[in-house]
């Protein structure tokens, strides 16, 4: 479809073209706790981008999608690029070409056509996906990996990752300066598993720096159950605030502990106040309480920031790692109860969760499922749940059919599939040679 949509737009049917795969995630545990440093456990999904691209021998970029009603976008290769607003699906492109002009200078562009099934606003990443779609589509085109100024930035996969974070966040990467990005305040979680999963597995990371820290295999006989609620979890408009609340408090809380304690080094994130105190919760929130209680001021209340700090602790030190501990063990009971608690703290403490989510997560146990929980930005968005292979064929209709008695407006627009953890982005090839590096 993307190809058909290049030939239709004038480029000859025998055009030398380049094809890219790059699919959404599954944050399966990990609940905003990447900004942080935190933890998360991560599968790429079976839906994806998938994108043509053919190169151009000027500085300008033509968008291209088989979205209806999406229009064509030229789009110059420049650092002053300002991407067009208003929801508008050159948005994200726009943003990554800006980033990746500044960053690398005198780039050359692409005609770019995108095909996706991802459905949109899902929770599963498309924003994140669309930036690392880019770079792979401008990298193709100009070997970045070759260039001086990423030899002398990025010297590893993982650092790429974080890379690509700050594209959408805009913040700098070492010598490779930032700008305003899209406006969100996340972190490299999402660009981590959209490059780098693998089929058959889960992997769980750690952030600032991005660092692997296991690789647990996929159970045979199981698969995800996705339930796409149909209420969309949007990053921008009216609920980006929303969404960096949750990392304002991570850093406020941060910033606190720091004061708090008279830190010589102020502590960069709370993953690292947790390791300073040996995972000591009691010692945190105790230093959080007498800075209050001596007069500190802050962004936000003592509450909240005892509140954010409480969920990320659990999520990141315990959670993660005890559903990864479950799943590898193939401990049932285990898993359901760590990602039960998972579900309870995002729901009472983030507060990122709508009604059809909470009642998703819960649902998907009643009708069966070994564990469920909401994933990803929050506001709407997805569930997963975990469930045996053989049983699959009557999970999805009867979840879908309790959605759609409890939120029928919602569930017009709902999907429901299952799925195995897939491969990361990687670059297609002819038939007969090997996928290309990411």
């Known amino acids: 479809e993307a190809a058909d949509v290049l030939i239709a737009a004038g480029s000859p049917a025998d055009t030398p073209a380049k094809g890219f795969f790059v699919p ?20 790429a999904i079976s839906k994806a981008f998938c994108i043509v691209t053919v190169d151009r021998e000027d500085a300008q970029c033509r968008f291209f999608s088989t979205a209806p009603g999406a229009d064509e ?40 056509s995108i095909a996706c099934d991802i459905p949109p606003a899902s929770g599963m990443s498309t924003s994140s996906a669309i930036i690392c779609a880019v770079f792979l589509a401008v990298n193709a085109r100009n070997n970045l990996r070759e260039r001086p100024e990423f030899k002398a930035n990025i010297s590893s996969e993982e650092e790429l990752w974080e890379y690509l974070g700050c594209n959408e966040n805009g913040q700098s990467f070492k010598g490779l300066v930032g700008d305003k990005g899209v406006g969100t305040f996340g972190g490299s979680e999402d660009h981590t598993a959209i490059m780098s999963c693998s089929a058959g597995a889960l992997n769980m990371f750690s952030y600032c720096p991005t660092r692997r820290e296991a690789v647990v295999s996929w159970p045979a006989g199981y698969h995800f159950v996705i339930g796409v609620s149909g209420q969309v979890a949007e990053k921008t408009g009216d609920k980006m605030q929303d969404y960096n609340d949750a990392s304002l408090l991570a850093k406020e809380a941060t910033r606190v502990y720091s004061e708090s304690t008279k830190a010589a080094t102020p502590f960069p994130h709370l993953a690292a106040v947790c390791a300073a105190v040996n995972n000591d919760a009691d010692v945190v929130r105790s230093a959080i309480t007498s800075y209050f209680a001596a007069g500190g001021e802050a962004q936000f209340r003592e509450n909240q920031l005892l509140v954010r700090f409480t969920q990320f ?38 507060q990122n969760q709508v009604d059809e989510t909470v009642f998703l997560a819960k649902s998907g146990v009643e009708c069966g499922a070994l564990a469920s929980s909401a994933f990803g930005a929050g506001f709407g968005g997805s569930v997963w749940a975990l469930v045996k292979s053989e049983d699959v064929a009557r999970f999805i209709p009867k979840w879908q059919e309790q959605y759609t008695v409890a939120f029928p407006e919602a569930a017009k627009t709902s999907t429901f599939f299952s799925m195995l953890p897939g491969p990361g982005a990687f670059q297609l090839k002819a038939a007969g040679s090997k996928k290309q590096k990411r």
């Open 73 to 112: 976008v030229t789009l110059p290769m420049s650092p002053d690029l300002e991407p067009r607003q208003g929801g508008h699906w050159t948005n994200y492109p726009g943003t990554a070409l800006r980033r990746l002009s500044a960053n690398f200078p005198g780039l050359l562009g692409v005609d770019v």
């Open 313 to 350: 602790f659990e999520e990141s030190e315990q959670l993660v790692s005890a559903v990864a501990t479950a799943i590898g063990a193939q401990d049932w009971g285990a898993l359901g109860q760590a990602v039960a608690r998972s579900q309870e703290l995002t729901t009472t403490h983030l």
């Open 24 to 43: 959404g995630r599954i944050e399966v545990m990990g609940k905003h706790t990447d900004y942080a440093g935190g933890r998360s456990l991560l599968a």
